[in-house]
């Protein structure tokens, strides 16, 4: 879902809402989401302000040597499948994982623990340009109560 609101001072903001396909869709599946999603955001404007939140169950990995501009040193886990494909989307749009960017306890930043390992995952992002980034004062995780 794709939506653009007037700022105050005649500023715009388009916020994009995505959820990712879970890990077990077919690999042509979860390539459909993420071109389609790359086509919203080449649509975009490039003068408003971009806000991309969503579950997209992509797990953003510590190392942000690799994915310079695109994560920040606070990032949590392991790197999956979904997570190159959206650190890959990323990097083509100059966008930035805001959840990445900010030290906090790791409580604030993750929001699904995993069944059997018990491992806590940072799913959910927000995600702005680069340009952008500060504008951003903070991004935080709140669990729901089934947390």
Known sequence: MSLTVKLEDGHMANLISAYAPTLPTPDDAKD??????????????????????????????????????????????????????????????????????????????????HPRSRHWNLLDCVIVRQRDIADVNLTRSLRGSTC
């Open 32 to 113: 459909e989401f993420y071109n389609q999603l790359d086509q919203i955001i080449s649509r975009t404007r490039r003068k408003p302000k971009l806000i991309m939140m969503g579950d997209f169950i992509a797990r953003v990995r510590c190392d942000h040597q690799a994915w310079e501009k695109v994560i920040g040193r606070h990032g949590i886990g392991k790197e999956n499948s979904n997570s190159t494909r959206l650190l890959s989307l990323c990097t083509a749009h100059k966008l930035v994982i805001t959840n990445t960017m900010f030290q906090q306890r790791d409580s604030r930043k993750v929001s699904w623990m």
